[in-house]
């Protein structure tokens, strides 16, 4: 019953906007600190921003005064809103709990959705 959607993403414009959001079903993700990832072609995957159930958030310095993550708990909802974007932003966004869900069924790797694509280029 666990889920995770993101969308949001797209094609923009060295210094334009995005704002991504994160639908996610079940406890673990509702009861938990909420994070979004990131992975670049040929790069691993990383951490972007996460926050608690209760508003506290935390930033990568790479984003840090461009990217905002923020969520409503009434409403199931991650938001990552992203300006000033740069080349280097260019990847696969996705949503997930921070640390990551790594559910038993699945044999003990993470459990990620489909995430969303940002490209950003001129």
């Known amino acids: 019953q666990v889920q995770l959607v993101e969308s949001g993403g797209g094609l923009v414009q060295p210094g334009g906007s995005l704002r991504l959001s994160c639908a996610h079903s079940g406890s673990i993700f509702s009861l938990n600190a909420m994070g979004w990832y990131r992975q670049a072609p040929g790069k691993e995957r990383e951490l972007v921003a996460s926050i608690t159930r209760g508003g506290s958030t935390k930033v990568a310095d790479s984003v840090k005064g461009r990217f905002t993550i923020s969520r409503d708990n009434a409403k199931n909802m991650v938001f990552l809103q992203m300006n000033s974007l740069k080349p280097e932003d260019t990847a696969v966004y996705y949503c997930?709990?921070?640390?990551?869900?790594?559910?038993?069924?699945?044999?003990?790797?993470?459990?990620w959705g489909q995430g969303t694509r940002v490209t950003v280029s001129s």
């Open positions: 997930n709990n921070d640390p990551p869900y790594r559910p038993a069924y699945y044999g003990g790797t993470d459990y």
